[in-house]
């Protein structure tokens, strides 16, 4: 009977996702439990393999193992493709599925924490890493404009390359004037960096300030440790609406869970946890 599941990382520590996905289970009465999986690059092939034994669910993947997992799994969701990397394995009769949940998830926060929705929109995405290919992913698919600005501009192109409808997806310099203007078009700024995540080399630092921030544009931040970043108070400080990534987090979760156990779980009990994780 399947009753495991957990998350490949490297590091893994710092990982909330086996406190609010065991408070999921919890709350539906499964009895399962949720592990943070410690698995280095080298462990990687040999841990997924050992997820097709009839007691797990499958598990989540995070950094860094995200791109190379893709390598390890039977069959890849075509969206998981696109995205180029897979956040979820499901195990069904021992055949391994990979998925990538995190643009769902960040979809469906965008709309139950701001009623965003993209279509015909502009959006500025800061960034180009994984992150960055889920959210503009999911934007072009809900035609929206997108431009995206990075440090690296190189790998913004590469992005917007993979994209048929030219039109949609254009680059910036991040250092430009163009990226005044694209601050200033944008009905949504999305930060896709590590700027301001607690712990990190970048943790008191902040994409855009609140001169770049326009009153009636969407904020979000995709770091959601601490819950109101560098960037997210500079936003406040315009006055601009502000969503933390900790929604996308605990979305992307519950899109998982369903994968593995065909349940909707409470977002709201998952929230509730992930915060009291963040806090404690
Ligand atoms: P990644 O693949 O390493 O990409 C990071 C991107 O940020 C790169 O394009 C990098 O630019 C840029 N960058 C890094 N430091 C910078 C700096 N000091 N100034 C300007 N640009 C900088 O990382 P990722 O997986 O995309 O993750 C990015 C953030 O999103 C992380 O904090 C992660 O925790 C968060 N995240 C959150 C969720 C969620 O559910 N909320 C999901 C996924 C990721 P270069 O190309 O020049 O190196």
């Known amino acids: 009977m399947q009753n495991k599941v957990g998350i ?52 989540n993947v995070t950094i860094p193992h995200k791109v190379q997992c893709i390598n390890y799994v039977d069959e890849v969701d075509l969206w998981a493709q696109k995205v180029g990397s897979i956040n979820t394995i499901v195990n ?37 890493g994984g ?15 997108i431009v995206i600005a990075n440090r690296t501009v190189e790998k913004a192109y590469d992005i917007a390359s993979e994209f048929e409808i030219v039109d949609s997806v254009k680059v910036v310099d991040r250092f430009s004037e163009g990226f005044e203007q694209a601050c200033d078009n ?17 943790q008191n630092e902040s994409p855009l300030d609140s001169s770049h ?12 440790n601490p819950v109101i970043t560098p960037f997210l108070r500079e936003a406040e400080k315009s006055g601009a609406e ?4 900790l929604s996308m987090l605990v979305f992307q979760g519950a899109e998982s869970f369903k994968l593995w156990t065909g349940k909707t779980p409470s977002i709201s009990v998952m929230s509730k946890a992930a915060r009291r994780a963040l806090n404690s």
């Open 242 to 245: 502000t969503v933390s990534g």
């Open 131 to 145: 992150a960055a290919r889920a959210a503009v992913h999911a934007l072009v698919k809900q035609g929206a404009h």
């Open 8 to 59: 490949f990382g490297y590091p893994i520590s710092h990982s909330i996702s086996p406190v609010f996905q065991q408070a999921a289970f919890a709350n539906l009465s499964i009895k399962a439990t949720y592990e943070p999986w410690l698995v280095s690059p080298d462990e990687l092939e040999g841990k997924v393999n050992s997820l097709r034994n009839n007691d797990y669910f499958g598990a």
């Open 213 to 224: 921030i326009k009153e009636d544009v969407l904020v979000y931040d995709m770091v959601y």
């Open 92 to 128: 069904r009769q021992g055949k391994l599925y990979g998925f990538n949940t995190d643009s769902a998830g960040f979809l469906m926060s965008l709309r139950a924490e701001a009623n965003y929705h993209p279509q015909e929109k502009t959006a500025l995405v800061i960034g180009a």
């Open 186 to 202: 944008a009905s949504l700024i999305v930060n896709c960096t590590p700027m301001g995540m607690k712990g990190g080399q970048f």
